[in-house]
């Protein structure tokens, strides 16, 4: 029996990097938008970090899903 | 029989005509059963309503059967001597790999329909052209140990992945974070729905064309002709809008309790997985990556109970899913091998095998409108010594363990 270690361990590296960065990405992009709820709610104005980390956060994902839809559409390559 | 298919006319044989139906059928199947894998999650929490959710992941699959038409040079990818598979033996792997899908179904287990269609072919070719025409070297690599590698892959993402989301959101608001994943879900689902389409339709496609071939009504090493596209693409995409609801039950509700930032993680490490895992050299089937990053994302949060039972049902439906398939797959392509009259007689028996389950799952359907409704039963893990076992208590109607509706 052999495993392709060399692979599957690519395989499990490159995973982790996007399908656990992604909602790490996305969770502080959350908790931004959720603060700047709360102080629009308390009549404050919201804080440029928030809306800036926010942005980027989902600006981050975005790009991601657009390289997955690269790797996925073979007229791309 | 006469079919034209762009600028191509062809002239059919019976066994030819008779597989090609039995692949678009296969492909409907595949179809259905995976459905539950990029849109079961995104029902629980609610992120789309459950035919809005369908009805996306079967455009997707559509878009991605068009987009990507590199189809598998060889039917079985080396796991039998693919020089012995004939026609009549492709057409008994079908048979018992739509068999399979359709009780695995009525079971709402998610099963592979890759490893149902190799286990059909194996059986087939086993029997036809004897034990020596099976790689079981290559049965090993390519279908055992991405079996088992890829549910803790993705599970070890998803349970990551989950944990860190509701460790970063542990102080923001409530709403703001479940609606804030709930949006997200949409992308994420989306993502597996086209990695799907763009992977699956093509085994269809590549058994149609590789049929063609070997009937010598395509000259070899022809790509599909626009009506295989067209058709394959057309029964994925109708198999998963008639939506597989009793596997969707199953893995949206039946493994683990799903919130949205657990199905934000699921999806993305689905969609992670099988895109990392497609173009690094090492491929894993899709139902065991999703199933295995829903199990991680209830691993990952806290208060989340896994039902260990569930999984383990859906375990042992993976281990019987390639001998299944093979015994089926071997009966049917037997049968056929003896001419028209016995793919008649094994085509007739499969449909009424497929009806019979059809009727059963009926008397306890499993639809759009109940899809979420999990039948509560006894807990999972055992029960805490605290609570006794209470005789018909009033408060809480007595729901008699239904295999039907439950298994």
Same mark, same amino acid.
């Not at chain 2, 590199?70 to 039917?75: D, G, R």
């Given at each position: 029996m052999h495993i392709n270690w060399n692979a599957l361990s690519h395989v499990a590296l490159v995973s982790v990097l996007f399908g656990a960065g992604l909602p790490i990405l996305f969770a502080f992009g959350v908790t931004a938008i959720s603060r700047r709820a709360a102080a629009i709610e308390e009549k404050k104005p919201p804080s440029v970090v928030d809306s800036s980390v926010a942005a980027l956060c989902f600006a981050a994902c975005v790009a991601a899903v657009l390289y997955g839809l690269y790797l996925m559409i073979p007229q791309f390559h | 029989m006469h079919i034209v298919g762009g600028l191509i006319e062809m002239d059919l044989s019976f066994l030819v005509v008779v597989v090609i139906i039995t692949a678009l059928v296969f492909d409907f199947t595949n179809g259905f059963h995976d459905t539950a894998n990029a849109m079961a999650t995104s029902i629980a929490t609610g992120a789309l309503r459950p035919k809005v959710a369908v009805a996306l992941s079967a455009v997707l699959n559509l878009v991605g059967a068009f987009i990507s038409t590199?189809?598998?040079?060889?039917?079985s990818g080396g796991l039998?001597?693919?020089?012995?598979? @004939?026609v009549p033996i492709i057409f008994g792997g079908l048979v018992g790999a739509i068999l399979w899908n359709v009780v695995t179904w009525y079971f709402g287990l998610p099963s592979s329909s890759s490893h149902a269609l190799f286990g059909g072919l194996i059986g087939a070719t086993w029997v036809a052209a004897?034990?020596?025409?099976?790689n079981f070297q290559n049965v090993v690599q390519k279908i055992i140990i991405p079996a088992v590698a890829a549910p803790v892959v993705a599970g070890g993402v998803a349970l990551l992945g989950t944990f860190l989301a509701y460790r970063i959101t542990r102080r923001a608001r409530k709403t703001s974070v479940h609606d804030g994943f709930r949006s997200g879900q949409i992308a994420s689902a989306s993502m597996v729905s086209l990695a799907h389409g763009t992977g699956d339709a093509q085994k269809t496609m590549g058994i149609i064309t590789l049929v063609l071939i070997t009937s010598g009504s395509l000259a070899k090493g022809s790509g599909p002709p626009v009506w295989v596209i067209i058709s394959a693409g057309l029964a994925i995409a109708l198999g998963t809008y008639f939506g597989g609801w009793r596997i969707i039950r199953t893995m949206g509700k039946g493994l683990t309790e799903v919130e949205s930032p657990q199905g934000f993680a699921a999806e993305t490490s689905s969609a992670s997985v099988l895109l990392a895992s497609a173009h690094l050299g090492f491929p894993l089937s899709t139902t065991q990556v999703c199933s295995g990053s829903i199990l991680g994302s209830g691993l990952g949060r806290r208060r989340a109970q896994v039902r260990w039972s569930v999984a383990g049902r859906i375990a042992m439906g993976w281990l019987f899913t390639l001998p299944a398939a093979a015994v089926v797959g071997a009966l049917s392509g037997e049968v056929a091998n003896s001419g028209n009259a016995g793919v008649v007689i094994v085509a007739v028996v499969a449909v009424a095998a497929a009806g019979a389950i059809y009727a059963a799952s009926r008397r306890k359907p499993v639809t759009a409108e109940n899809v979420?409704?999990?039948?509560?039963?006894?807990?999972?893990?055992p029960a805490t010594?605290? @609570?006794?076992? @209470?005789?018909?208590?009033p408060a809480t109607p007595a729901t008699p363990a239904d295999p039907a509706a439950a298994a």
């Open positions: - | 590199a189809v598998a040079k060889t039917i039998v001597d693919d020089s012995k598979i @004939t004897g034990r020596d025409a099976v979420n409704e999990y039948p509560s039963r006894a807990p999972a893990t010594p605290a @609570t006794p076992a @209470t005789p018909a208590d």
